[in-house]
């Protein structure tokens, strides 16, 4: 206990040295809306954002999916934005609106198709008037990246990051946005939606959950309704209740603007005003308040939708605000916790059930509830019996049958990762979230710490007894399908927008506004990380903390699963045990009573350990871990815990298959690697099933005779760190250099292929094509990124607008030319459509003419370059990730960081580089397509004439 004080105190007098970045600003403009702001120039960008307090919940009970439907249209413009000539093209907009209206009210299937086709002859004239994507491209055109939005049960969110230089134009765009928006273009997003919806319906794990929420939440919208909507009212949207629910919810007493970053606050507040003061006050929004009955006993439902069995359980509790959610967050972690010290946690590490997890926060700000997750064990076990666990773990809890240190220790962790959070605008902006979707003062979110400090193990049993009570729900899935509604694609005329390169003159009002030229911040690889060799082949890399007393270490192993694949189980296995002189309980006690955690990993070039905890406490930590490194150590009791191993690779392989997304990848990774694919190279089953303890220690003890890298990030001074690390940790003098990274070549095929695999279930077809590309200079490495850019990459690439928005192909479509990181190898264009299975002949043609015959738009030049150059700081990694960054380009040949070049080329290129790159750079003969989809639905003779066809089955692709 007298540790843990003297840790706590430490962490806040260093956060009390430099509390800048922690310090947000909250006021209200005249107009109600809520400003909230976040300055911290440790960042190299702003990250901005919009939120509405009105998400799926507020959906009409006959209109759901109106908020998400919403939520797509605000991207079309406004009377001023996206248009040509507004007062003709509204003529046509207003009797679209009638249109649907009348549509929604009609049931004859011959007189609904005649108003459909009604409505698409309007959409298309309508859409002579419209410039498509012209938000997309002013975000991007200021340097805008992650621009997206997205639509929860309690709210909606816009948002992107950009450079702080463009403060002024961001402001103007995103509040003129909300000012007399268009909801133009409707008929195309509305395909995009059911493409959306029809994603869903192909993943039943999501089915799965929405059967959870609708018997949970048997009056309120969270499980009455999804944010999608139902099949039913997708097919009938109204354009007039998205109006009523943009004037009743899109009014800036029912909204916030977040800004946090690298800004100066006392600077932008004038023109947040200007700007966003400009949105009309509505009228006050009441809260719902429907009540949910508390369930009469012990409530069950059984249904058989996923690929392997699963059930959830869920107790009602209270809202997120309410004086005992924190306490019933403290107990989640008591059951589970990232130190694996949970009771359930500890279910799981000995083997008792493949998979269960506790925690808090089903639903959201109207109601709360607290949950149990679990994975029975295949074959061996009944729900009844995996139940029977997690009531067990509730009673101890319920009793007191938990040790008060350890509660202590939990609360120290769960202080930690808070501190860690809290670090950079990213992690802090969810925490400022958190004022909106729980009804929280930022007050009381930053002293979370101190909360926490008074939650004691009392009020733990208390919560417990109140709310885990005999009343509750458990939803069990057997092994089975879900019934699947596909949504069809509509047969009409695409919505063609001509005007795709022209300019509104808002727009161009928008070039007008003055901004102040960029800074680039590049990574100074003298300055931002120092390094040196400890000794042969032990690279170290050191970082400083500007922020907190938190330290991290990556002790990175120079070999991976490419050369080693047993290492994926065996840093799986050593997860769960401990060593010579303690337990894996005892173990993970003694690193939670200072707050540090070890965590182990793999991938395909590394295997590692990743270090955390409070500076105070690096040796003692460096102690432990060499304790692991030198003495893990397998009991007796150990030896089960290599059937979880086994019985989750089966469980996760049925799931692949199971998953047509994966199975495309997986498919797309056999056209261009063959066996070497990640999904074939890896350990069979029975080879998994075959390991045995010793083999997975070896397989260890083997990769720790490696080169390796040691990245550490705090507060101690670099040569004291070293110091402890030669003090503390046994490392070989001897060690293996490392051919790491290794990078996997792909197959040159001689000839045009088409390889499919058939899946009788699929509602979306996954498609991908593949291209040969070359060995480029440093120069046409970055031009790539212009070509990507104006090709595939983004919301106002070609791709995107021709794919997704002009002709509803699609809900996600891309392609970009990919740069190997190993300079001498060739790199190759990646292309993907995810599209419904009766669109996929349409969508291969679409994609392949534009792959082919590049469309030639010179006028977006202009706002490329200034994207790149804008965006580049958002490049720089944040300081916790700068040694990574560093090692990787020094292994790479670079010593200087590449942005610099980067930056010039941006400068200097010019549309020809485009063109020059797309002729030069990529082959277009031969081009490898790969599908899965329902082979039924497509017309298989069609397919020929793309290459030569290559049927295959998921034994194929997936060992």
């Known amino acids: 206990m007298k540790n843990i004080i003297i840790i706590i105190l430490t962490l806040f007098i260093f956060n009390c040295e430099k509390p800048d970045p922690l310090e947000v ?23 901005g954002a919009v939120i509405v307090d009105g998400g799926g919940k507020r959906d009409p009970s006959d209109a759901t999916g109106i908020a998400h439907y919403l939520e797509h249209l605000l991207f079309k413009g ?50 002579e008037y419209a410039i498509p994507n012209e938000f997309d491209r002013l975000i991007q055109g200021m340097g805008g990246t992650g621009m997206n939005a997205d639509t929860w049960n309690d709210f909606v969110r816009y948002y992107n990051s950009f450079p702080s230089n463009e403060i002024e134009k961001w402001l103007e765009v995103y509040s003129h946005r909300f000012i007399n928006p268009i909801f133009r273009l409707f008929q195309a997003e509305l395909e995009i939606v059911y493409e959306e919806k029809n994603r869903a319906m192909d993943n039943p794990f999501r089915i799965f959950y929405n059967t959870f929420n609708k018997s949970f939440f048997k009056k309120h919208p969270y499980g009455q309704q999804t944010i999608l909507g139902s099949v039913e009212h997708l097919k009938n949207p109204s354009l007039t209740k998205m109006k009523q629910n943009f004037n009743e919810f899109y009014v800036p007493n029912n909204m916030y603007l977040i800004l946090t970053g ?134 101890d809890v319920k009793n007191g049958r938990f040790d008060e240190g350890a509660l202590e220790s939990i609360k120290l962790n769960m202080k930690m990762s808070h501190e860690r959070s809290m670090e950079g605008s990213s992690g802090r902006l969810w925490k400022i979230m958190q004022i909106i979707s729980k009804n929280l003062s930022w007050e009381e979110i930053k002293s979370y710490p101190q909360r926490i400090d008074n939650i004691s193990k009392d009020k733990i049993v208390e919560v417990a007894n109140r709310y885990l009570n005999d009343n ?81 270490m990556n002790i990175q192993f120079g070999l991976g699963t490419v050369e080693s694949s047993g290492l994926e189980q065996a840093s799986q296995f050593i997860s769960l045990i401990g060593t010579k002189n303690r337990t894996f309980d005892q173990f993970k006690d003694e690193l939670q009573k200072i707050g540090s955690k070890i965590e182990t990993y ?101 990769a720790m005779q490696y080169e390796v890298d040691i990245f550490y990030t705090g507060t101690i001074g670099k040569e004291e760190v070293i110091n402890q690390i030669n003090k503390e940790l046994n490392i070989s003098n ?45 120069k046409q490495r970055n031009i790539a990124s212009v070509f990507n850019n104006y090709f595939g990459r983004g919301m106002g690439s070609i791709i995107f607008q021709e794919i997704r928005e002009f002709r509803s192909l699609a809900y996600s479509a891309y392609g970009s030319y990919i740069n190997r990181s190993d300079v001498n190898m060739a790199g190759y264009y990646f292309g993907y459509i995810g599209t419904q299975v009766d669109k996929t002949m349409e969508a291969i043609k679409t994609y392949l003419d534009l792959f082919n015959n590049l469309p030639i738009k010179e006028n977006r030049m202009s706002s490329i370059k200034l994207g790149l150059t804008q965006s580049i700081n958002s490049r720089k990694p944040n300081w916790r990730g700068k040694g990574g960054y560093v090692a990787n380009l020094i292994k790479r040949g670079y010593d200087d960081d590449p942005n610099k070049i980067s930056y010039q080329v941006y400068n200097e290129a010019e549309f020809n580089d485009i063109i020059e790159f797309h002729k030069n750079n990529i082959k277009k003969n031969p081009i490898v397509i790969t599908i899965l989809t329902d082979k039924s639905k497509i017309n298989i003779d069609k397919i020929l004439d793309y290459g030569e066809l290559i049927e295959l089955k998921k034994e194929n692709i997936f060992n």
């Open 25 to 47: 600003e909250t006021y209200k403009l005249n107009n109600g809306l809520t400003v909230i702001l976040n300055e911290d120039h440790n960042e190299t960008k702003v990250f």
């Open 78 to 127: 406004t009377t001023e934005m996206g248009t040509i000539d507004y007062e003709s093209e509204k003529i046509f907009l207003d009797s679209i609106e009638v249109l649907y209206d009348k549509l929604g009210s009609t049931k004859n299937e011959q007189k609904r198709y005649t108003i459909q086709k009604d409505i698409n002859r309007l959409s298309v004239k309508a859409a």
């Open 472 to 552: 509750y729900l458990i939803v069990r899935s057997d092994k089975g399908d879900p019934e699947k509604i596909k949504l069809d694609k509509p047969p009409f005329d695409p919505v063609a927008p001509k005007n795709t390169e022209q300019k509104s003159d808002y727009a161009k009002s928008i070039d007008n506004i003055k901004s102040s030229k960029i800074k680039p911040r590049f990574v100074d690889f003298s300055k931002d990380v120092t390094f040196e060799d400890i000794r042969e082949n032990i690279h170290f890399y050191h970082v400083e903390n500007p922020v907190n007393s938190i330290f991290t």
């Open 262 to 395: 690298d800004f100066e606050k006392n600077k932008v507040k004038g023109i947040i005003k200007r700007k966003f003061g400009r949105l009309k006050k509505g009228n006050a929004i009441e809260p719902l308040n429907i009540q949910e009955d508390q369930f009469p006993g012990r409530e069950v439902v059984d249904i058989s939708i996923t690929p392997y069995r699963i059930a959830r359980m869920g107790y009602r509790t209270v809202k997120p605000n309410h004086p005992d959610a924190l306490a019933l967050e403290v107990l989640a972690n008591i059951f589970n916790n990232s130190s694996k010290t949970g009771l359930i946690d500890k279910l799981n590490t000995e083997n008792k059930i493949l998979s269960a997890t506790g925690y808090s926060g089903i639903g959201g700000k109207d109601h709360g509830g607290f949950g149990f997750g679990f994975i029975p064990k295949d074959d061996l076990q009944t729900f009844d019996q995996g139940e029977s666990l997690m009531l067990g773990a509730i009673n």
């Open 734 to 778: 001897n060690l293996i250099a490392s051919n790491s990274p290794i990078n996997i070549d792909y197959k040159r095929h001689t000839r045009n292929k088409v390889f499919i695999i058939d899946d009788s279930k699929a509602v979306q077809s996954q498609i991908y094509f593949i291209a040969e590309g070359k060995v480029l200079d440093e």
């Open 602 to 702: 793999s991938n395909n070039n590394y295997f590692g350990f990743i270090v955390s905890g409070f500076d105070n406490y690096l040796n003692q930590t460096l102690s432990l871990l060499n304790e692991f490194m030198q003495e893990m150590h397998v009991r007796e009791d150990d030896v089960s815990k290599l059937e979880k191993i086994i019985e989750g690779s089966k469980i996760s392989r049925d799931r692949e298959k199971n998953d047509p997304t994966t199975a495309g990848r997986a498919l797309r990774e056999y056209a261009m690697y063959g066996k070497k694919s990640s999904y074939l190279r890896r350990p069979t089953l029975a080879e998994v099933k075959a390991m045995t303890p010793d083999f997975l220690l070896d397989q260890v003890k083997n």
